[in-house]
């Protein structure tokens, strides 16, 4: 495997359910991220990991929940969303911090729908 | 507030023609700056990025970065069918991977 891989590529939930994204890295990168893409939006930076620490929490709803084990895995604990949560989930790698970093790997997002 | 402006398009060019998208930032800080190119479905992907002012060549694409103007654009030279995505700047403000800033994007449209 290569790149940045993402699973599940497409969820659908209620508003009481639990769901996790994965994201997964095969480029020995140092630095891992949750980005959301809405419609007619910025892409929005959510969480940043660098050496598996979370280093940025852009000012997330406590019903997303980041977990990084170790430098190649990232998890986006879901509960109780809202609708308007609704939008492409992008993670991205890339290889450590610095006053240039903005060289992101992204993976192919999961699209979720919270009904 | 730190801001990122591209004009959304669509812009549509001829093929063979020059696209020439563009880009302002608001913080004079800005030390880096990015384009990424996304195809409807996909996520986006680095094309090019520039540090220093003036301009960057690779391919058919050139970088053109101006500090004093809060300015960076993207030229893609020959423009094919190919190119057709939508074409994010992006602009780090210094320093940590927070503070890579995306605009919204401005859609390509290039019709043979």
């Known amino acids: 495997e290569t790149g940045v891989t993402q699973t599940p590529r497409h969820l659908v939930m209620g508003m009481t359910n639990k769901k996790s994204l994965k994201c997964e890295q095969h480029?020995?990168?140092?630095?891992m991220y949750w980005y959301k893409q809405s419609a007619k939006k910025p892409l929005e930076l959510m969480f940043v990991y660098n050496f598996k620490e979370q280093t940025e929490n852009n000012s997330v709803p406590s019903r997303f929940s980041p977990e990084c084990p170790n430098s190649s895995h990232l998890f986006l604990h879901l509960h109780t969303l809202q609708p308007e949560d609704s939008a492409l989930y992008l993670c991205?790698?890339?290889?450590?911090?610095?006053?240039?970093?903005?060289?992101?790997?992204f993976g192919e997002g999961s699209r979720l729908t919270v009904l | 507030q730190k801001e990122v402006e591209q004009n959304s398009g669509p812009l549509s060019v001829p093929e063979g023609a020059i696209a020439s998208l563009n880009c302002t930032y608001s913080?004079?800080?800005?030390?880096?700056f990015f384009w990424y190119r996304q195809y409807s479905g996909k996520s986006p992907e680095l094309i090019m990025f520039?540090?220093?002012?003036g301009d960057k060549e690779d391919g058919r694409f050139t970088a053109q970065l101006n500090k004093a103007s809060q300015y960076v654009s993207l030229l893609i030279r020959d423009s094919q069918p190919s190119d057709s995505a939508t074409y994010l700047c992006a602009v780090n403000y210094g320093g940590s991977q927070g503070n890579l800033i995306f605009g919204k994007g401005t859609k390509l449209s290039v019709k043979p």
């Open positions: 913080d004079r800080g800005s030390q880096s």
């Open positions: 480029l020995g990168h140092n630095a």
């Open positions: 991205a790698s890339s290889r450590s911090s610095g006053a240039n970093t903005g060289e992101l790997f």
């Open positions: 520039i540090y220093s002012n």
